[in-house]
């Protein structure tokens, strides 16, 4: 896996309409069109002829982001639930206030503790991601996009740089990645993992399209 180009998904229906993210199943808004529509060209320009793998989370908001980025490539992904975003259990669906009274405290553990019924733990979340990584690392493709969601793409991260989760206090200490913004990881001729990029949002610049204010 030479090089792997981690994708966010367009802005989305529940950043706008005071839902819940996670697997609330959200399709993207128009302006989350714009925005990955000039993603495509950017991506077009850079990889055209290349052999590529495109792979994509099966939530809707991911798919459609990767049915743009995919159709001037001439590629169609390949759907991987394991690259959804964390499984909030029964918040899915909700408004952000009415999960608000499903909400569990968690006063120890932060890494095994599940905020609401039903939901995964950041532990479970960090393992399924990273378990689909490992086997995708001997993908034999010189580049793999991978459309997917803030919290997949920290937990890549945190992955490919092999920083131990388990000394994370704070579970939900993250790096910035907005919507349609790129990271860059790349395998050097050293066998290292090196992180090239991150968040680069240069196809949003001037454009007014950018949301560097949108965490999730």
């Known amino acids: ?3 792997l180009i981690l994708i966010r998904h367009g802005q989305s229906a529940h950043h706008v309409n005071g839902m819940t993210g996670g697997w609330t199943d ?3 808004t128009t302006r989350g069109r714009q925005q990955t529509t000039l993603l495509a060209e950017r991506l077009t320009a850079a990889l055209a002829g290349r052999p590529i793998h495109l792979i994509s989370s099966d939530l809707t908001r991911a798919q ?4 743009i980025i995919g159709a001037p490539l001439g590629l169609t992904a390949e759907l ?3 690259l959804r975003e964390y499984n909030n259990g029964r918040a899915a669906g909700m408004t952000r206030t009415a999960a608000q009274t499903l909400r569990r405290p968690i006063t120890h553990a932060p890494l095994d503790g599940r905020p609401f019924p039903e939901a995964e733990s950041w532990r479970e979340f960090y393992q ?4 689909y990584l490992a086997e995708l690392e001997t993908e034999p ?12 793409i920290n937990n890549i991260i945190i992955w490919w740089l092999r920083l131990p989760i388990n000394n994370q206090r704070r579970p939900w200490t993250y790096c ?3 919507p349609t913004s790129l990271t860059v990881l790349h395998t050097n001729p050293q066998g290292e993992h090196v992180l090239v990029r991150l968040n680069d949002t240069a196809h949003l610049v001037g454009t007014g399209l950018s949301d560097w204010g949108l965490v999730k």
């Open 80 to 82: 991987a639930p394991a």
């Open 1 to 3: 896996m030479p090089t």
């Open 64 to 67: 459609q982001t990767a049915a």
């Open 128 to 131: 399924r991601v990273s378990g």
């Open 141 to 152: 493709a010189e580049t793999t996009l991978l459309v997917s969601h803030f919290g997949t």
């Open 26 to 28: 959200s399709p993207l």
């Open 176 to 178: 910035k990645v907005d």
